[in-house]
């Protein structure tokens, strides 16, 4: 075993770091308190994307084959750290080439990779996730957006709730139901959001403004050809998907940047010196480096080409434990945070409230982790 | 990074795993509080487990996996001293191991007995002295601690001394209770799991209740988090990564230790189920180096300043 990053992966992180500090604008932190996926953090990340595209690390844990560099699990995970930790300068691309990309090239067709891949690989496109709906949150499967299959199209009606990004995306990764079957009548469907009869809705949020959104779908009309892999087998392929989103937000860098940032002020004004706050800060990060080290033992798994299993839940759910605690120190110890005394430290408060609920929530991590990593009997339905 | 097991700790795991198996389980009524094994020791120290750490290509993490395996052991094994910090000042101080904090020696000393070898660190640096019976308290009856304790009755006046950093022997040490500790909530997990999984109540098993499922499911998570936070730990040689994971391990013990007797009813306040060999053994080390404090302040120091 080796806990230390080799010289090569120390030389990549770097890059990372020294692009984002000639290539963030000055007032950054204040401007990574707009959502991930307000108008403006959008619009910069349609720049800056470019700009990483240009780099070559917009996408260089891809494989060779499309277009990346084929540099691997620990290059995804550190470049995903550093962008992270800087307020996520990629809005919601991140998405794009975290599970998006990888995703299209596994199950799409030939023309749904020649027309969703290269807008990706410019860092011009933004998807949204067309996932909960009012009646089918952690029970996912309980959705009743219906995909009517009528003279060649799918004709769509339904709605969608808490949608990330929905409000700027071009494009919709959208699950609906084509049969009853609970599981396998879940089909997945590629949905322009130009297309005549979806509404958006913005919701205002804690996490920011534009972050998240209803979407109503009323008699949207797209081609059979929209259709992403078979009918019913959209469960297969979001369970792919969350496999990568689960480990994607490495939310844990952030909150141990952000612990330091509060001890520094802490100790900028004097105020470190007492022994509870000192306990208190050291067990958050206990809590962040127990996250991070769980993630960790997850991406060797992917490393070394072994199935990812609930262990990811188990190391989303420490992530959760390690936000909620450092959101707990700042608010306790530094009240004044939050209304603007650390643009920094408000960001990560405002994103921190997340954690839990998106790609799964924590009670569904919890359940997962009773059956399939304790192997608990199962409870009866 | 590289967090797989090499083939040479695999190796050493399994044949931790063979060695042990006859001690591994024990007649249901035959448990008592703190237990040992003397034939389990000697086996131990024959085949030479307890020396990974100075083996070139084993290491550190390799002690840390060993100590962490044998913690799940029914019987307690004195190997975290023995295999993390005693190579540090000298591999050849007689075991059993007793480290102790200088100006902290009138509490609990796990595995002390006459010809152990006590290890005052402190202010003072690294001593060592080896034990004789007159300087052991007289046995206490009914303790309540799961391995074999005794207590100090003072220090000799002479004591060897050992040209060794006091620091790094506070680091070792915090990163072999860390790694027992990982061993010890594993098992306690485990068999909590096992129990709760086969008792059946309102017709159907005590686990499939989600009360139970969401926090053990939550105690699952912290156990590996320990785990993975000691082979860091190990691995690095940082101070403030062991004290971390002695923070985490420390803080994770007094989690789950009542939530365990509770979870097992009427039979988590039996000496027949070995649940308590693990969760009080647990609890002793929930005290071990000052407890949380200690290392939440050990580690503030190293990250912060």
């Known amino acids: ?381 | 990074m590289q967090l797989a097991l090499s083939e040479d700790q695999t190796q050493v795991l399994d044949f931790i795993d063979s060695l042990a198996r006859p001690y591994a389980s024990l007649p249901m009524h035959d448990v008592s509080l703190a237990l040992e094994s003397a034939d389990l020791d000697a086996a131990l120290v024959e085949s030479g487990f307890l020396d990974v750490l100075a083996v070139e290509e084993l290491g550190p993490v390799t002690a840390a996996l060993v100590v962490e395996k044998l913690a799940r052991l029914p019987f307690a094994v004195e190997a975290a001293a023995s295999a993390m910090v005693r190579p540090l000042i000298d591999p050849d101080l007689p075991r059993p191991l007793c480290l102790v904090e200088e100006g902290r020696t009138g509490g609990p000393v796990r595995f002390l007995r006459p010809g152990a070898s006590v290890v005052v660190v402190g202010l003072s640096g690294v001593r060592s002295f080896t034990v004789d019976a007159g300087m052991i308290a007289a046995a206490q009856e009914d303790t309540l601690y799961a391995y074999p304790v005794a207590f100090l009755t003072g220090l000799p006046d002479a004591m060897t001394v050992h040209d060794v950093d006091a620091g790094e022997v506070l680091r070792a040490w915090r990163v072999a209770v860390a790694a027992e500790a990982a061993g010890l909530l594993g098992a306690a997990l485990a068999a909590t799991v096992t129990y709760v999984s086969d008792r059946k109540q309102f017709g159907r098993p005590l686990a499939t209740f989600q009360g139970m499922r969401h926090r053990l499911a939550e105690d699952q998570v912290i156990t590996n988090s320990v785990y993975w936070l000691v082979l860091r730990a190990a691995g690095t040689g940082d101070s403030g990564d062991a004290a971390l994971a002695l923070l985490h391990a420390q803080e994770a013990a007094k989690r789950v230790c009542y939530d365990y007797h509770q979870f097992l009813g009427g039979m988590g306040m039996t000496l027949e189920h070995p649940l308590h060999l693990w969760t009080y053994r647990l609890k002793l080390l929930t005290a071990e180096l000052g407890g949380r404090g200690e290392q939440g302040l050990a580690a503030a120091e190293a990250l912060w300043g």
């Open chain 1, 1 to 381: 075993m080796q806990f230390e990053w080799t010289p090569e992966q120390d030389a990549f992180r770097h890059k990372i770091r020294d692009f984002l500090h000639t290539n963030l604008p000055d007032d950054w932190e204040k401007f990574s308190e707009h959502g991930p996926a307000s108008p403006a953090l959008t619009a910069f990340a349609r720049e800056f994307c470019v700009k990483l595209a240009e780099a070559g690390i917009l996408f260089p844990h891809w494989p060779v084959e499309m277009g990346g560099e084929g540099l691997g699990p620990w290059e995804q995970q550190i470049l995903a750290e550093e962008m992270w930790i800087a307020g996520e300068p990629r809005g919601g691309q991140y998405m794009n080439v975290n599970w998006i990309g990888p995703t299209l090239q596994k199950y799409g067709t030939e023309e749904q990779k020649a027309r969703y891949l290269e807008p990706i690989t410019r860092g011009q496109s933004l998807w949204c996730q067309g996932f909960s709906e009012p009646d089918a949150g952690s029970d996912l499967a309980a959705l009743r957006t219906r995909a009517d299959l009528r003279n060649g199209n799918y004709v769509i009606n339904g709605q969608k709730i808490w949608t990330s990004y929905a409000g700027l995306a071009d494009t919709c990764f959208l699950l609906t139901r084509t049969s009853d079957d609970r599981k396998k009548g879940i089909t997945i469907i590629l949905v322009p959001m130009d297309t005549p009869g979806i509404t958006v809705r913005q919701i205002p949020s804690l996490i920011g403004e534009g972050d998240i959104h209803e979407v109503f779908f009323d008699d949207v009309t797209v081609p059979e050809t929209a259709r992403f892999g078979d009918e019913g087998q959209a469960w297969e392929i979001v369970a792919y998907s969350l496999r990568n989103e689960r480990l994607g937000i490495p939310r844990f860098t952030l909150a141990r940047a952000a612990l330091d940032r509060a001890v520094a002020m802490l100790q900028g004004e004097g105020r470190f010196s007492r022994e509870y706050v000192r306990i208190e800060a050291a067990r958050c990060a206990a809590l962040c480096e127990a996250a991070g080290t769980a993630n960790y033992a997850v991406v060797q798994k992917r490393v070394d080409g072994l199935a990812i299993g609930a262990e990811s839940s188990s190391a989303r759910y420490a992530t959760v434990m390690a936000e909620r605690a450092v959101c707990e120190f700042v608010i306790e110890f530094l009240p004044q945070a939050l209304a603007g005394a650390s643009p920094y430290l408000k960001m990560h408060h405002q994103r921190g409230i997340v954690a839990g609920v998106a790609a799964g929530s924590a009670e569904i991590q919890l359940n997962i982790i009773a059956s399939d990593v304790l192997e608990l009997p199962r409870e009866p339905r």
